[in-house]
């Protein structure tokens, strides 16, 4: 089992609809990340949230918002997605800014926008 | 052009079989991290190489970090059906930003 939950698993959604995306640790990780992973693909990098601060963000369309409201907890809000938004959605911590520090990903949220 | 070519980016073996997956840069970088991503799941750190010249071992699986520092390969010995999984070079390009390769995707054949 990963030490990095993402809920839901599995979810559709038309592109009208809003929907949020959630991820949760309790390692004390004080960096969270979003990637996004289409099939056949490796994962790109979308956000980051260093301290409970967003500190990168990929040039990643504003129908997709981030919240980071605690160092656990780290959503990803939807809004007006297209179909080619779906994907394998990542959830990622890692103990901080430094470097060699691992990423301990979630088993993401398989989004499939209709 | 990508910041981290891997080849094969297909590969399709029968158990017992080794293979050698490439990742390859011109780019010079501090460390290097690999990853596995078995279907369904999210990729998992198999092992961090820093030293140039470095190598590591994982039970059948042989990490070694190119003298300059700018390429990486995995040599599995043996290859088992639960070696199968998308293999991933990653590097850090900022203190928070991992870069991931173009991927390794491997099925052993049993």
């Known amino acids: 089992d990963t030490e990095v939950t993402q809920t839901p698993k599995h979810l559709v959604m038309g592109m009208t609809n809003k929907k949020s995306l959630k991820c949760e640790q309790h390692?004390?990780?004080?960096?969270m990340y979003w990637y996004k992973q289409k099939a056949k693909k490796p994962p790109e990098l979308m956000f980051v949230y260093s301290y409970e601060k967003l500190s990168i963000n990929e040039s990643v369309p504003s129908r997709f918002s981030p919240e980071c409201p605690n160092s656990s907890l780290l959503n990803l809000h939807l809004h007006a997605l297209q179909p080619e938004d779906s994907a394998l959605y990542l959830c990622?911590?890692?103990?901080?800014?430094?470097?060699?520090?691992?990423?301990?990903f979630g088993n993401g949220t398989r989004l499939t926008v209709t | 052009t990508q910041l981290l070519e891997q080849s094969p980016q297909f590969l399709s073996i029968q158990e017992g079989e080794n293979l050698t997956v490439y990742c390859n840069s011109s780019?010079?970088?501090?460390?290097l991290q690999w990853y596995r991503q078995e279907p369904g799941e999210g990729p998992v750190l198999l092992v961090t190489v820093v030293t140039g010249g470095e190598v590591k071992k994982l039970k059948r699986l042989t990490f070694q970090f190119g003298d300059a520092r700018k390429d990486s390969s995995l040599h599995i010995t043996a290859a088992q059906p639960g070696d199968t999984g998308l293999y991933l070079c990653?590097?850090?390009?900022?203190?928070?930003?991992?870069?991931f390769g173009t991927g390794t995707r491997l099925t052993v054949i049993p």
């Open positions: 990622a911590s890692s103990q901080g800014p430094r470097y060699n520090s691992p990423l301990h």
């Open positions: 780019s010079v970088f501090s460390s």
């Open positions: 990653a590097v850090q390009t900022g203190a928070n930003n991992l870069f």
């Open positions: 390692m004390g990780h004080r960096a």
